[in-house]
C-alpha cells in the first residue's frame, strides 16, 4: 500500500459526497485535536477556501442527515476501499490540493496578523516618502509600552514564577512549549501559541540578558536616539522600545516564562528534553529551535584582533551590549577614529550612522572590506561603485580591496591600535577602534549534535514545509534551512522571515499544518547618502542583473563601460536574473506597493522574454524620467 494510502487511512477518510466528476473527501485528523482538519476536492480541480469551506459544511450537513452519507473508518467500511481506488488515480492533485490548502492557512495567519497591525496604524504608508520602510510588518512589534523598564521584564514571567523555584529543581521540570533562543523568532512564536493555545505554558530560554528585542534599529534608527534608555525613534517619529511587547490579544494571564542567561548546551530527542549549562533539564512535548546566528568573532578577520590588550578596542556587533559598548568608545573623547571591517549591509549602515555621533566628536569612520566595492557580493559593480562614491561624499573614508594582516597596540599610544593592512593606498593604518561586521554562523550546533540534518552548504537546520526538523522539534528564523518553492533550499538573516516563520512555527507547535510558503523581504537604510533599499528574493553579483533606472539627470555614460557608476540614481531596480527568470529584486527608494509587486513576480516564476519586458514589470514612479536599462555585463 502506498504512504499516501496509509496516511489517508490513519487521517480517517470520510466520503461525504460528490461534485463535478469526481468525489469529496473529508480528512479527520489523527493529531492531538482529533478534529476535522482538512479537506479535498474533486479531482482535476483547485482546492481554495471557499471550497474547502464547502466540503466542511457538506460534511456537517451529512452528519445531521443519515441519507446523505454514513460516517465510517477506512478500516471497516468496504466501499471506501473501492473509493480508495479513485484516490489513488488522483494523488498527485490531491497532494498539491492539501499543499494549497494548508498554504492558504499559512496566508490566512499573516493577513490576519498584517491587518491587524494595519488597524493599530503601525505599519508605514507613507507613500510620499521614497524610502517606505518595508512593507510588511517593520516595527510592528511593540504595541506599548515606549518607555523601556530598565530591571523588571514586565512581559514575561521569570521561570521561577512560573514554574515554582526552577533554578532548584531536583528533577526535569515539564513544559509543553519550549523554545531554545529568545530573538525576534522566539517572540513570534509565542504570540502564536497563545493566540492558537490560549492556556499554554512557554518557556524560553536565552542566554542574553534581555528579554526579546528587535536588532534591526541597532545599526541605524538607535544610534540617532540621546536616550540612554533601549528605546529608538520610528520612521513615523514615534518613539519605540526595542524590548518586544505582546499584542493585545494575548492577555495578562498568558504571558511567557523566560530564563535569561542561560544557554542551553544538550538536546536530547529521544527524551525529548533539554539541558541547560548549569544543569537545568526540561522536558518538552514542542521545541523551537530560534538560536539565530552569531556574529563571526573578531579572530575571523585575524587572530591578532583578539589580543587581550586589545580586548576593550575591538568588537563584532549584534547586540544591545554590542551597541552599548560602541557607543561608549565612541562618544570617548580619546576616540578619534573607528574602522568598521566588512563592507556588508551591517558595515556600511554602521559607518553611516557613526557619522552622526561622529560629527560631534570629530571622529574619522573608516569602511575597509577585501571587495572592490561595498555591498559588492549582492550589487552590481556600478551600484556599489555609485556606493562609494556616496559614501565617500558624505565623508566616511572608503578602503575597498583591503584585508589585515596583524593588529597590536600602538607604540606611541596604549589607547590606539596599529593595523597592518594590504591595500592599494596603505601598509598600516592607525585607529582607536574596530568593529568587525563580517556576517554571522547559525546556531545549528546544538540541533547537529543531537542528529538532526544540517544543510551543509547553507547552514542551518534543515526544515520541511512546516518548518519541522523532527517530530516535535520545529526550527525557523536565521538558523533554519527551509525550502522555497520558488528558488530552492534557502536560509535567510532577515527580520521579516524571522517574524512570519516564527509564526508559523509557533502555530503548527500549537497543532497547527500551516506551510511556510512566504518570499521574505529585507532593507537596508543608509540614511547619511540617502540610500534606502528593499530587496526580495535572490540577490547575488554572480547572477546576471537587468537595472532599470530613473536618472537625477540624462545619463552623460550610457554604454560607455565602467562609467554606469557616475551617474545619479533617483530610484530604480535590480531585477536578478537566472534562466530568463527573475528570481531576485532590489528596490532603490520605490514606493511600498512595489516591493509586493516584485515578491509576486518571483513567486510566480514566469520567465521574462527580455530586457525591454522588464521595463515594463513594475513602472518606476514618474519623475523627470532620465530612464535606463541596462544589463550588469554591459556596464
Ligand atoms: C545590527 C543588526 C541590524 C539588522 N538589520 C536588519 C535589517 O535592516 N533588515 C533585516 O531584514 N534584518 C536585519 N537584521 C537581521 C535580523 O535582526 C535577524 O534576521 C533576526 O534578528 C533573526 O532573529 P532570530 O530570532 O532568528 O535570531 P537571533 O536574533 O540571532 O536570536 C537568537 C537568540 O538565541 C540565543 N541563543 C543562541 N543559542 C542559544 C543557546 N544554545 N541557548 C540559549 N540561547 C541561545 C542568542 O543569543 C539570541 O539571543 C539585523 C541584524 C543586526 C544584528
Known amino acids: 500500500m502506498s504512504g499516501w494510502k496509509e496516511c489517508l487511512r490513519s487521517l480517517r477518510l470520510i466520503p461525504v459526497g460528490i461534485v463535478g466528476s469526481g468525489s469529496l473527501w473529508a480528512l479527520k485528523g489523527g493529531g492531538q485535536s482529533g478534529g476535522l482538519t482538512a479537506a479535498l476536492c474533486d479531482e482535476g480541480s483547485d482546492v481554495d477556501r471557499r471550497a474547502a469551506l464547502e466540503v466542511l459544511k457538506r460534511y456537517q450537513e451529512s452528519l445531521k442527515d443519515d441519507s446523505v452519507v454514513k460516517e465510517s473508518s477506512a478500516e471497516s467500511s468496504s466501499s471506501v476501499a473501492s473509493e480508495l481506488q479513485k484516490i489513488e ?20 495567519i499573516l ?7 494595519n488597524r493599530k496604524g503601525l505599519s508605514a504608508p507613507a507613500p510620499e516618502k521614497p524610502a517606505a520602510k518595508p512593507n510588511t510588518t517593520e516595527g510592528a512589534p511593540a504595541d506599548e509600552p515606549n518607555v523601556v523598564p530598565k530591571k523588571e521584564l514586565p512581559q514575561y514571567l521569570t521561570a521561577d514564577a512560573a514554574f515554582g523555584n526552577f533554578s532548584e529543581a531536583s528533577s526535569p521540570v515539564c513544559v509543553p512549549y519550549v523554545i531554545i533562543g529568545g530573538g525576534t523568532t522566539a517572540w513570534s512564536a509565542v504570540q502564536a501559541i497563545h493566540e492558537k493555545d490560549k492556556s499554554a505554558s512557554v518557556l524560553i530560554i536565552s542566554d542574553e540578558s534581555y528579554p526579546p528585542y528587535n536588532r534591526t534599529p541597532l545599526s541605524k534608527e538607535r544610534w540617532s ?46 527524551n525529548s528534553s533539554i539541558e541547560t549549562e548549569d544543569g537545568k533539564v526540561v522536558e518538552y512535548q514542542s521545541l523551537l529551535i530560534a538560536t539565530g546566528g552569531k556574529a563571526h568573532p573578531v579572530e575571523s578577520v585575524h587572530q591578532d584582533l583578539g589580543n587581550d590588550a586589545l580586548q576593550n578596542r575591538v568588537m563584532s556587533f549584534r547586540t544591545i551590549d554590542d551597541f552599548i559598548a560602541l557607543d561608549k568608545l565612541v562618544r570617548d573623547p580619546k576616540t578619534k577614529n573607528v574602522c568598521i571591517v566588512g563592507g556588508g549591509f551591517l558595515g556600511a549602515e554602521l559607518a553611516c550612522s557613526l557619522k552622526r555621533i561622529a560629527k560631534l566628536n570629530d571622529v574619522q569612520v573608516t569602511l575597509m572590506f577585501p571587495e572592490p566595492g561595498p555591498l559588492f557580493k549582492l550589487i552590481p559593480r556600478y551600484l556599489s561603485e555609485f556606493l562609494t562614491y556616496k559614501l565617500a561624499s558624505a565623508g566616511v573614508k572608503v578602503m575597498p580591496s583591503s584585508i589585515v594582516t596583524g593588529a597590536r597596540e600602538s607604540p606611541e599610544n596604549s589607547d590606539s591600535i596599529e593595523l597592518d593592512v594590504v591595500s592599494f593606498t596603505k601598509k598600516s593604518l592607525q585607529t582607536d577602534a574596530v568593529v568587525v561586521a563580517v556576517g554571522i554562523q547559525p546556531q545549528d550546533k546544538l540541533a547537529e549534535d543531537a542528529g538532526l540534518e544540517v544543510d551543509q552548504i547553507n547552514g ?9 526538523a523532527a517530530n516535535g522539534v520545529f526550527a525557523a528564523g536565521d538558523v533554519a534551512s527551509f525550502w522555497d518553492s520558488a528558488l530552492g533550499r534557502r536560509r535567510v538573516e532577515h527580520w521579516d522571515h524571522a517574524l512570519v516563520s516564527g509564526r508559523i512555527a509557533g502555530d503548527n507547535m500549537a497543532g497547527g499544518k500551516s506551510m511556510y510558503g512566504f518570499q521574505s523581504m529585507y532593507w537596508c537604510d543608509l540614511s547619511a547618502i540617502d540610500v534606502h533599499f528593499e530587496a526580495v528574493g535572490l540577490q547575488s553579483s554572480k547572477l546576471e542583473t537587468v537595472g532599470v533606472w ?8 550610457e554604454n560607455r563601460p565602467g562609467s554606469f557608476s557616475r551617474n545619479k540614481y533617483e530610484s530604480g531596480i535590480v531585477w536578478y536574473m537566472k534562466d530568463q527568470r527573475v528570481v531576485g529584486a532590489l528596490l532603490l527608494n520605490m514606493p511600498r506597493e512595489a516591493l509586493q509587486e516584485a515578491r509576486q513576480i518571483i513567486e510566480s516564476k514566469t520567465s521574462v522574454p527580455d530586457d525591454e519586458s522588464l521595463k515594463e514589470l513594475i513602472p518606476l514612479p514618474k519623475s523627470k524620467n532620465f530612464l535606463l536599462v541596462g544589463r550588469s555585463d554591459s556596464y
Open 225 to 270: 536616539s540621546d536616550d540612554d534608555n533601549l528605546s529608538f525613534v520610528d520612521f513615523m517619529g514615534r518613539k519605540r522600545s526595542l524590548l518586544y511587547s505582546y499584542s493585545k490579544q494575548v492577555g495578562e494571564h498568558q504571558r511567557s516564562s523566560i530564563l535569561l542567561n542561560s544557554r542551553v548546551k544538550k538536546l536530547d530527542l529521544e
Open 111 to 117: 493577513n490576519d496578523y498584517y491587518e491587524s497591525m
Open 89 to 108: 488515480d488522483s494523488l498527485s492533485n490531491a497532494k498539491a490540493a492539501v499543499e494549497k490548502y494548508y498554504r492558504y492557512q499559512a496566508r490566512h
Open 460 to 468: 542551518g537546520v534543515v526544515v520541511n514545509a512546516e518548518l519541522q
Open 550 to 557: 530613473n536618472l537625477k539627470e540624462p545619463s552623460r555614460f
